[in-house]
């Protein structure tokens, strides 16, 4: 059973501060608090319960900011709760009324979360991090550029109008085609190659870091399948469709190595986690083509 979140009352000034402690509107958790859309999240979210009786979930924004800070600084399970309890700006980001000593949740209560909540919500969540992030260094940036104007001494207006608006040098063509800009080419079978051999990086790094032992990836059997495609001097639209189904079924294999290991409470490095969410969009795009 699920209950939803008024999350347009959980602003900044509602948090409950005890007397001496003196929290900055202009910290980064608050902002990234601010930029996620957490109703978005919570409509998919509550569609995994569907009866309406038994014991009451835990809110989403609970659930998601406590994977989202896990996931940022590689916490283990007992050690993110003793962050949570500790930061009022963490307490904040996922949602509580008000600072508070207690923890708000255990331990196991994160095993429940990973597995409900898959890798691709919080890498999307991520995304509105980021955009946040990007967003306020370049307000700063128009802040600094409007404090210090450029040197030079009072010119002339004719100088300032040429600045201004340069000359015409031409006519410039541009390729109406629209793709993400962090995705090369949506139909190059190369991509489904390059993303397999990213995620094979991905798990060796988490088995050398976490002790673990290597899955089976089939890595050179994925590497033959490929370059016996980029080597043919026919590629026809038959052999294409297949290459592209097998790399995806490699990718897919990949990708669900990684979810078990999110779900077991070992958390990617922010870096991979923006390179998982590329991946899974790539994935969901060449399923549709």
């Known amino acids: 059973m699920y209950k939803y979140t008024d999350n347009t009352q959980s602003n900044f000034l509602d948090f409950n501060q005890p007397i001496g402690l003196h929290m900055n509107p202009e910290n980064r958790w608050v902002k990234m608090a601010d930029a996620i859309p957490w109703e978005v999240f919570e409509k998919k979210y509550s569609r995994l319960f569907k009866g309406k009786n038994g014991r009451v979930a835990k809110p989403l924004r609970l659930a998601l900011g406590s994977l989202i800070i896990q996931t940022k600084y590689q916490y283990s399970d007992r050690e993110l709760v003793e962050q949570l309890t500790e930061n009022p700006y963490y307490q904040y980001f996922i949602g509580l009324p008000g600072y508070q000593e207690e923890p708000p949740i255990d331990?196991?209560?994160?095993?429940?979360?990973?597995?409900?909540?898959?890798?691709?919500?919080?890498?999307?969540?991520?995304?509105?991090?980021?955009?946040?992030?990007?967003?306020?260094?370049?307000?700063?940036?128009?802040?600094d550029d409007h404090n210090n104007p450029p040197s030079g001494g009072?010119?002339?207006?004719?100088?300032?109008?040429?600045?201004?608006?340069?000359?015409?040098?031409?006519?410039?063509?541009?390729?109406?085609?629209?793709?993400?800009s962090n995705i090369r080419y949506p139909q190059d079978f190369s991509l489904l190659n390059e993303a397999r051999e990213k995620l094979e990086t991905i798990i060796i790094r988490f088995c050398k870091t976490y002790g673990f032992s290597r899955p089976r990836m089939y890595r050179r059997i994925a590497r033959k399948n490929y370059l016996a495609f980029a080597k043919a001097k026919?590629?026809?639209?038959?052999?294409?469709?297949?290459?592209?189904?097998?790399?995806?079924?490699?990718?897919?294999?990949?990708?669900?190595?990684?979810?078990?290991?999110?779900?077991?409470?070992?958390?990617?490095?922010?870096?991979?986690?923006?390179?998982?969410?590329?991946?899974?969009?790539?994935?969901?795009?060449q399923q549709y083509m």
């Open 107 to 143: 331990a196991s209560t994160l095993v429940l979360f990973r597995k409900r909540l898959k890798m691709d919500v919080i890498m999307e969540a991520n995304e509105y991090m980021l955009d946040a992030v990007k967003e306020k260094e370049s307000s700063d940036k128009k802040d």
């Open 234 to 285: 026919k590629r026809s639209t038959k052999k294409s469709r297949a290459t592209i189904r097998k790399q995806l079924a490699f990718i897919r294999r990949d990708i669900g190595y990684l979810e078990n290991f999110m779900q077991d409470g070992y958390a990617p490095t922010l870096k991979e986690s923006t390179l998982l969410l590329t991946i899974s969009k790539l994935y969901e795009q």
């Open 154 to 180: 009072e010119g002339n207006g004719q100088d300032t109008k040429q600045e201004q608006f340069p000359e015409n040098k031409g006519t410039l063509m541009l390729d109406a085609t629209c793709a993400p």
